[in-house]
């Protein structure tokens, strides 16, 4: 079944580690974004992607970092957590075109 | 700019029907609504494209109208099921073709009690 893949689900990690949160689609689309979320509250743009070797900077200043070397890959990197890291990252696809995103289920972080 | 989204929570009872509105300071492109449930991901519900273009499925149904930049989110009789947060998403009129990403109003808390 085409889906969207976010591993880990939960993280909690020490300040300075640096960490990489796993995104993949088996749909095949072009176009992927990152998300951040903190309880309750609206969606961020952190990230995102129209395709192989493209990445850009979303509305919200980010110190990750993302690449995209597969289509199906879309990987977030933090070099450096800390606390101020902490909320929900969500990745995102979708069609090429005005389509509807397809949401995956998740990574819940917390930086102690 | 980010859209603004009224009300920001309803309480309804089973059956009883809610408008979501949703206004942009910007021409706009597109609106997207999305559903998201406490602790799920958002769930795509339906895009509109053009301006004065309606959509629905079910009981849930959207108006967009390009003039005033401003979108509405209908649920008539509505269900338990349609408990959850509602945000638009809306892409510029610039950007056309979602390549810059959506930009999420805060969202509507929903409520709806048997």
């Known amino acids: 079944e085409a889906d969207i893949y976010q591993t880990p689900r939960y993280l909690v990690i020490g300040t300075g580690k ?37 990445t850009e900077k979303g509305d919200l200043s980010s110190e990750s970092t993302v690449s995209r070397i597969r289509t199906e890959h879309f990987p977030l990197t933090l070099e450096s957590a800390r606390p101020s890291h902490t909320s929900q990252y969500l990745c995102a696809s979708s069609e090429t075109g005005s389509n509807g995103y397809t949401f995956g289920s998740g990574t819940r972080l917390t930086v102690v | 700019q980010q859209p603004v989204q009224s009300p920001q929570a309803v309480i309804l009872r089973e059956g009883e029907d809610a408008v979501i509105n949703c206004s942009s300071s910007k021409a706009l492109y597109s609106v997207h609504w999305y559903r998201q449930k406490h602790g799920e991901a958002p769930v795509f519900l339906m895009i509109l494209l053009k301006g004065g273009e309606q959509k629905g499925h079910d009981k849930i149904s959207a108006s967009f109208n390009e003039k005033k930049q401003q979108s509405s989110l209908y649920l008539t009789a509505s269900q338990l099921s349609y408990s959850g947060t509602y945000f638009c998403g809306t892409e510029g009129r610039w ?7 959506l930009t999420f109003g805060k969202g509507t808390h929903l409520i709806i009690q048997p």
Do not use: F, R
């Not at chain 1, 689309?29 to 995102?48: A, F, R, T, V």
């Open chain 2, 95 to 101: 950007s056309g073709g979602g390549a810059d990403g």
């Open chain 1, 18 to 54: 640096k960490i990489t949160l796993e995104c993949s689609q088996t749909m095949g689309h072009d176009k992927m974004y990152w998300y951040q979320q903190d309880p309750g509250m609206e969606l961020h743009l952190i990230h995102y992607s129209y395709g192989v070797n493209s």
